[in-house]
């Protein structure tokens, strides 16, 4: 299994970014694909899933309305759409798949990407 994210980088507060994660190595289409971040606290928090057909999306609080989450099944990749950017918003953004327990259990997923890197200043 192998999840690849790009897109991350440093922005000012209210800007945007776009993540993209590129997944191999598992049945992709089958999935619930998820982004969850690494906060500079080492808070793990989750941030968005989407079903594996991309008709449901489900958002945390914190980011819904300004986050959206999609996927191309037939690229098997996922994105997550950011915008008005907040500096709180900072954070290592993970890929991640495959959580037996939950979306929201950040500790149960078995498959995770290596990262990117999320800055937002004031």
């Known amino acids: 299994v192998q999840l690849v994210e790009s897109g991350g980088g440093m922005v000012q507060s209210g800007g945007s970014l776009r993540l993209s994660c590129a997944a191999s190595g598992f049945s992709f289409s089958l999935y619930d694909m998820s982004w969850v971040r690494h906060t500079p606290e080492k808070m793990s928090e989750w941030v968005s899933t989407i079903e594996p057909d991309g008709s449901t999306t489900y958002y945390a609080n914190s980011v819904k309305g300004r986050f959206t989450i999609s996927r191309d099944n037939t690229r098997n990749t996922v994105s997550l759409q950011m915008n008005s950017l907040k500096p709180e918003d900072t954070a290592v953004y993970y890929c991640?798949?495959?959580?037996?327990?939950?979306?929201?259990?950040?500790?149960?997923?078995?498959?995770w990407g290596q990262g990117t890197q999320v800055t937002v200043s004031s």
């Open positions: 991640a798949a495959d959580a037996p327990q939950g979306r929201t259990m950040t500790s149960e997923y078995n498959y």
